[in-house]
């Protein structure tokens, strides 16, 4: 990975007050940049900013419950590493008052956030139940080369009639660990399961044309521990989720979806795939009441057309 030219800011960038393109702030935990910690960044960044604010974040674990509110608009966050640069918080559900969630190491409320080669995670463990590490609730937010990573229900996309798109990301969990009702796009990401269980739990509202959509993904798995994985069950029942060309390993079940044990959700739910391939792979043998889409059919299923449904964007 291409590490920042942080050696050619100006002093006089990296003691700025007044945040803008040409003056980024920079987060480093030594010292050596404009804050410490990454809250302290964002809470500097002017209200309602017509222009993208940069936050540049030095290699560091910054244990911080980080809140991005709604309006912070137009951050983008670039850290210096994407493996060792990491936000991370251990907060689960169940403890303290605590639900899924309010679960989240990063919860960004605001629309056109961005963000680069970070790593979010919840480090709460493998038996902690739902830990959310990155929480989305904006509009138009964008995630390029990122980790997200945890156990279960680390990624929750929450709000209907939002948008997201995640470019060459990592995503890695345990159970339901992609879940929510926006629409959101994953192209080219990896997705690692880490236990027999789901990889997906869209809760896409009733008139929403479109859900999670996964393009040219790459299905990995735990081998000694995920032997077994759905591609998705609908945690509401107009839930849509589609692999398109994506490369699936044999810890993909034959059947491919689960109705969350009611089969009313196999009426409204839209669960489709189009070119599968790899041992997980098996268009024949999925569960009838889903869909193999035609080459035709597929074509739909633009960056585009998809983040145009609402209104125009393209990330």
Not at 84 to 93: K, N
Not at 178 to 192: N, R, Y
Request: net charge neutral.
């Amino acid at each position: 990975m291409k590490l920042l030219p942080l050696v050619l800011l100006t002093t006089s960038a990296v003691h700025a007050q007044t945040p803008s393109k040409a003056r980024p702030i920079i987060v480093a935990q030594d010292g050596s940049g404009t804050y410490r910690t990454v809250q302290e960044a964002v809470d500097a960044v002017p209200n309602q900013s017509q222009e993208t604010v940069t936050i540049f974040i030095k290699k560091g674990t910054y244990r911080e419950k980080l809140v991005v509110p709604a309006l912070k608009v137009h951050i983008k966050m670039v850290g210096e590493d994407e493996d060792q640069t990491i936000l991370t918080y251990d907060d689960h559900s169940g403890t303290n008052g605590i639900t899924t969630p309010t679960s989240h190491s990063v919860l960004v409320q605001a629309n056109d956030f961005s963000a680069e080669n970070i790593t979010f995670e919840n480090n709460a463990g493998y038996t902690a139940g739902q830990a959310v590490a990155l929480h989305v609730e904006g509009d138009r937010c964008t995630f390029r080369n990122c980790r997200v990573v945890g156990n279960q229900d680390i990624l929750f996309l929450s709000t209907n009639h939002t948008r997201q798109y995640f470019k060459d990301c990592y995503l890695e969990g345990t159970t339901d660990f992609i879940f929510g009702a926006s629409t959101a796009v994953f192209d080219h990401c990896v997705i690692k399961s880490k236990k027999n269980s789901f990889i997906t739990a869209a809760s896409t509202p009733a008139g929403q044309r479109f859900g999670f959509v996964f393009l040219s993904c790459k299905l990995t798995a735990d081998t000694a521990l995920a032997k077994k994985v759905n591609l998705g069950r609908p945690w509401r029942p107009n839930a849509k989720v589609l692999y398109l060309n994506a490369e699936m390993g044999s810890h993909i079940t034959a059947t491919g979806w689960d109705n969350w044990k009611n089969p009313e959700n196999e009426k409204t739910a839209y669960f489709a795939e189009y070119n599968s391939t790899g041992p997980g792979a098996n268009p024949k043998g999925r569960v009838a009441w889903s869909h193999q889409l035609t080459a035709k059919e597929a074509r739909q299923y633009t960056v585009k057309a998809v983040f145009a449904a609402s209104e125009p964007w393209l990330p």
